[in-house]
């Protein structure tokens, strides 16, 4: 029987087979599955192939090749062909070659094809978003802002077929850029990530603006506004993040506000009222629930996950669509004990009072949240220590998304403290639960965010901690973006002291558990400086640690053709120095 780490390897983490590119086309749903393009009939949900080989779609266009081809016309020009944007109507094209932005069958030239480009409504008019990184020093070969450092220059350009152009220099961030009923707006972001503003481009002006502390949250789809013209945003109480329209509070107390998917004639949004329950909503004709769990937001649209082997697409008006599903994902098979915001595994067979190494399986950080209620090719992966003897513990605490605003806000000005009494609180509630959990053989592991997370675990709190393996961990705080860093540690000229609480490689010397890092050497997210620099002060510091440096490996290693190497390693390093079920079987007294 195939092993877990080599099937998450050959289908790409289970990607291989799933509908992705989600769009619709009147009242039918296309998608992309394994590279060939189908459609599902909105009223009979019969399913039609549309075109094979395409690498991307768009409208009645597609690239297959690297070329451009319509249904009706067939080929129509020739590539590298990077990216394509049909206008509403599907009479007009637009795509790059490069870095040159042209329309089909038009002489215009609308100049360079910058990061994206979008249709006006009448499809008279691009938006082009233009992006110059020459300022931006480059590391790993790649422009790469740290914190305190400039960021690229961007510029919105409105670009006519009639030939005309006007440009909009753009703040700090860009969040989105596009056209609504109104127009060309876009929203954008401070640099001191505290005011978030929604522009009007045409006519220029201010539609809305919000100020946050010590951060505004950006909640994807939002500021908007709607058809009328009446702004659409958020607010901030207590727990619970609301939905508010022209400034009033529109959703209850305890329903947490996640994602606006439209805004036109009302609003559609994903919304919990748990952590773990996040379902789909309207505002249109009273507040009302489209769908519930378990489900999750994809292409813009929000997927149910209720039949197996079929994903549904539901439809704030009309009737959902369901669409077949081809992959492997298999279904958790462990026993699991649910707890506040964690999830604890147990291996398969086991018997009550046989002592378990537990093996602590976080994210931790504010962009992911691990117990979610959804599929999710980690959970397999924790799933799996728990079959080689280990007793698996997820959970989500401070920074991480659900919990929140107050929740998502312990993190400021340190990073891992909160995350870490989080961890540590969640394995005490589990071992309160679960007397089984032998609390002298307790290993961390993770991955990115999780390996800063486990790397901080070991070397601040030893006497709960016994192992960690951590991948792409992040040890110099200035050294990562400066969006990321500076949103949860401020200005580094202005708290300097933010960031040296969270320089880990600076405190090398404290190791004293056994310590596995490893790190793709083709990363540019997390670069590998970052391991590099705390090996060598481990080193200088005379502390033992081993470390595997992965040649051709990105930021998403599982997946990749290392992933069962990863895997491998981690695994007998973990019972290497946890030794489930090694001197014979130890029982826990009751």
Request: neutral net charge; glycine residues 12%.
């Given at each position: 029987?195939?092993?877990?780490?080599?099937?998450?390897?050959?289908?790409?983490?289970?990607?291989?087979?799933?509908?992705?590119?989600?769009?619709?086309?009147?009242g039918?749903?296309?998608?992309l599955?394994?590279?060939?393009?189908?459609?599902?009939?909105?009223?009979?949900?019969?399913?039609?192939?549309?075109?094979?080989?395409?690498?991307a779609?768009?409208?009645?266009?597609f690239?297959?090749?690297?070329e451009?081809?319509?249904?009706?016309?067939?080929?129509?020009?020739?590539?590298?062909?990077?990216?394509?944007?049909?206008?509403?109507?599907?009479?007009?094209?637009?795509?790059?070659v490069?870095?040159?932005?042209?329309?089909?069958?038009?002489?215009?030239?609308?100049?360079?094809?910058?990061?994206?480009?979008?249709?006006?409504?009448?499809?008279?008019?691009?938006?082009?978003?233009?992006?110059?990184?020459?300022?931006?020093?480059?590391?790993?070969?790649?422009?790469?802002?740290v914190?305190?450092?400039?960021?690229?220059?961007?510029?919105?350009?409105?670009?006519?077929l009639?030939?005309?152009?006007r440009e909009?220099p753009?703040?700090?961030?860009l969040?989105?850029?596009?056209?609504?009923?109104?127009?060309?707006?876009?929203?954008?972001?401070?640099?001191?990530?505290?005011?978030?503003?929604?522009?009007s481009?045409?006519?220029?002006g201010?539609?809305?603006?919000?100020?946050?502390e010590?951060?505004?949250?950006?909640?994807?789809?939002?500021?908007?506004?709607l058809?009328?013209?009446?702004?659409?945003?958020?607010?901030?109480?207590?727990?619970?993040?609301?939905?508010?329209?022209?400034?009033?509070?529109?959703?209850?107390?305890?329903?947490?506000?996640?994602?606006?998917?439209?805004?036109?004639?009302?609003?559609?949004?994903?919304?919990?009222?748990?952590?773990?329950?996040?379902?789909?909503?309207?505002d249109?004709?009273?507040l009302?629930?489209?769908?519930?769990?378990?489900?999750?937001?994809?292409?813009g649209?929000?997927?149910?996950f209720?039949?197996?082997?079929?994903?549904?697409?539901?439809?704030?008006?009309?009737?959902?669509?369901?669409?077949?599903?081809?992959?492997?994902?298999?279904?958790?098979?462990?026993?699991?004990?649910g707890l506040?915001r964690?999830?604890?595994?147990?291996?398969p067979?086991?018997?009550a009072?046989?002592?378990?190494?537990?093996?602590?399986?976080?994210?931790?950080?504010?962009?992911?949240?691990?117990?979610?209620?959804?599929?999710?090719?980690?959970?397999?992966?924790?799933?799996?220590?728990?079959?080689?003897?280990?007793?698996?513990?997820?959970?989500?605490?401070?920074?991480?998304?659900?919990?929140?605003?107050?929740?998502?806000?312990?993190?400021?000005?340190?990073?891992?403290?909160?995350?870490?009494?989080?961890?540590?609180?969640?394995?005490?509630?589990?071992?309160?639960?679960?007397?089984?959990?032998?609390?002298?053989r307790?290993g961390?592991?993770?991955?990115?965010?999780?390996?800063?997370?486990?790397?901080?675990?070991v070397?601040?709190?030893?006497?709960?901690?016994?192992?960690?393996?951590?991948?792409?961990?992040?040890?110099?705080?200035?050294?990562?973006?400066?969006?990321?860093?500076?949103?949860?540690?401020?200005?580094?000229?202005?708290?300097?002291?933010?960031?040296?609480?969270?320089?880990?490689?600076?405190?090398?010397?404290?190791?004293?558990?056994?310590?596995?890092?490893?790190?793709?050497?083709a990363?540019?997210?997390?670069?590998?400086?970052?391991?590099?620099?705390?090996?060598?002060?481990?080193?200088?510091?005379?502390?033992?640690h081993?470390?595997?440096?992965?040649?051709?490996?990105?930021?998403?290693?599982?997946?990749?053709?290392?992933?069962?190497?990863?895997?491998?390693?981690?695994?007998?390093f973990?019972?290497?120095?946890?030794?489930?079920g090694?001197?014979?079987?130890?029982?826990?007294?009751?």
């Amino acid at each position: 029987m195939e092993d877990l780490p080599a099937r998450l390897a050959r289908t790409r983490r289970f990607t291989a087979g799933t509908p992705t590119g989600l769009s619709w086309a009147g009242g039918n749903l296309r998608f992309l599955r394994d590279g060939d393009l189908f459609e599902v009939d909105g009223a009979t949900g019969a399913e039609r192939l549309l075109a094979g080989g395409v690498e991307a779609y768009h409208g009645p266009a597609f690239v297959r090749r690297g070329e451009l081809w319509t249904f009706a016309g067939g080929r129509r020009a020739a590539g590298p062909v990077t990216r394509l944007r049909s206008d509403a109507a599907g009479r007009r094209i637009a795509y790059a070659v490069s870095t040159v932005l042209r329309v089909l069958d038009h002489d215009v030239d609308p100049g360079p094809a910058g990061r994206d480009f979008v249709w006006s409504p009448d499809g008279t008019r691009l938006l082009v978003t233009l992006v110059d990184d020459s300022g931006v020093p480059r590391r790993h070969g790649v422009p790469y802002a740290v914190a305190g450092e400039p960021g690229p220059r961007i510029t919105l350009a409105v670009v006519g077929l009639d030939g005309s152009r006007r440009e909009f220099p753009v703040g700090a961030y860009l969040v989105r850029a596009g056209w609504d009923r109104h127009g060309p707006y876009a929203v954008v972001l401070s640099r001191d990530q505290r005011t978030l503003r929604l522009l009007s481009l045409d006519p220029e002006g201010v539609v809305h603006e919000q100020r946050g502390e010590p951060w505004v949250t950006v909640v994807p789809g939002l500021p908007a506004r709607l058809d009328d013209g009446t702004p659409v945003a958020h607010e901030d109480r207590g727990d619970t993040r609301h939905l508010t329209v022209g400034g009033e509070v529109v959703t209850p107390p305890g329903l947490h506000l996640r994602e606006v998917l439209s805004a036109g004639d009302g609003v559609v949004f994903t919304a919990s009222t748990e952590p773990d329950a996040t379902g789909l909503w309207s505002d249109r004709g009273g507040l009302r629930c489209l769908a519930g769990v378990p489900g999750a937001v994809q292409d813009g649209h929000f997927v149910h996950f209720g039949t197996p082997g079929h994903v549904t697409v539901v439809r704030a008006a009309e009737r959902p669509v369901a669409v077949r599903s081809w992959s492997e994902r298999g279904e958790l098979r462990a026993y699991r004990i649910g707890l506040k915001r964690a999830s604890l595994m147990l291996p398969p067979g086991h018997r009550a009072g046989v002592a378990l190494p537990v093996l602590l399986d976080p994210y931790g950080g504010p962009t992911r949240q691990r117990v979610a209620g959804v599929p999710d090719w980690r959970d397999l992966v924790s799933e799996w220590f728990t079959e080689h003897g280990f007793a698996v513990l997820v959970a989500d605490g401070a920074g991480t998304p659900g919990g929140g605003p107050r929740d998502e806000r312990r993190i400021y000005g340190d990073l891992y403290t909160e995350p870490i009494n989080d961890q540590i609180r969640s394995l005490t509630e589990a071992a309160r639960v679960c007397p089984d959990l032998d609390l002298t053989r307790v290993g961390i592991r993770g991955w990115s965010f999780g390996g800063s997370l486990a790397l901080a675990a070991v070397l601040r709190r030893p006497d709960v901690f016994h192992a960690a393996v951590c991948g792409a961990a992040v040890t110099d705080q200035r050294l990562y973006h400066a969006e990321s860093r500076e949103r949860y540690l401020g200005d580094p000229g202005e708290h300097p002291e933010h960031y040296d609480a969270g320089d880990l490689a600076a405190d090398a010397a404290r190791l004293t558990r056994p310590l596995l890092l490893m790190h793709g050497l083709a990363d540019t997210n997390v670069l590998p400086g970052h391991t590099t620099r705390l090996v060598a002060a481990l080193r200088a510091a005379g502390r033992d640690h081993e470390v595997l440096f992965l040649p051709g490996v990105g930021h998403s290693a599982i997946g990749s053709p290392a992933t069962e190497r990863i895997l491998s390693a981690q695994l007998a390093f973990l019972r290497k120095h946890l030794s489930p079920g090694a001197g014979g079987v130890r029982r826990v007294a009751r």
